[in-house]
């Protein structure tokens, strides 16, 4: 029996080897060789995702708070730039193809999200409970309160 965090785990790597091919045949100047370079290059992104983008965002937390969070894009596209500079089976040309293929694997792995139910978050609006008791559990997922 697989634990939920191994499925977790293979979901999103999944989600982001689709997403990361998508970008590699709508970006020019992004490329890979074959099917274990481009598993390769999604693994290292989420590698890359999970350690050294909390990193970036707290370091350029000015620049973020100032360009409203546009500058995610920027350290999206300076990581999947990275990543193809350190695979040999995966390659990207440019910043600027790394910037929209950061756009695009984005966009695809929210598309797929949504359609999956993957990580959805309920809203449920309460009406005056009192006391500081929790809400009664929703099962599965985020709440928020309103």
Do not use: C, H
């Not at 970008?23 to 989420?46: C, P």
């Amino acid at each position: 029996m697989i634990s939920p965090e191994v499925k977790k785990f293979f979901q999103r790597w999944t989600i982001t080897t689709l997403a990361v091919a998508v970008a590699a045949n709508v970006v020019n100047g992004i490329r890979y060789d074959d099917w274990m370079g481009l598993l390769t290059a999604s693994l290292l992104l989420g590698i890359l995702n999970a350690f050294l983008r909390p990193l970036l965002l707290i370091l350029s937390l000015p620049l973020l708070v100032f360009s409203l969070g546009l500058f995610t894009f920027v350290i999206n596209a300076f990581l999947l730039f990275l990543v193809g500079n350190i695979l040999q089976s995966f390659r990207v040309a440019t910043f600027g193809a790394a910037f929209w293929g950061g756009v695009v694997i984005s966009l695809v792995s929210l598309a797929v999200n949504i359609m999956l139910g993957i990580d959805r978050v309920k809203v449920r609006r309460t009406s005056g409970r009192k006391g500081g008791s929790p809400p009664p559990s929703a099962g599965g997922g985020p709440v928020i309160d309103v």
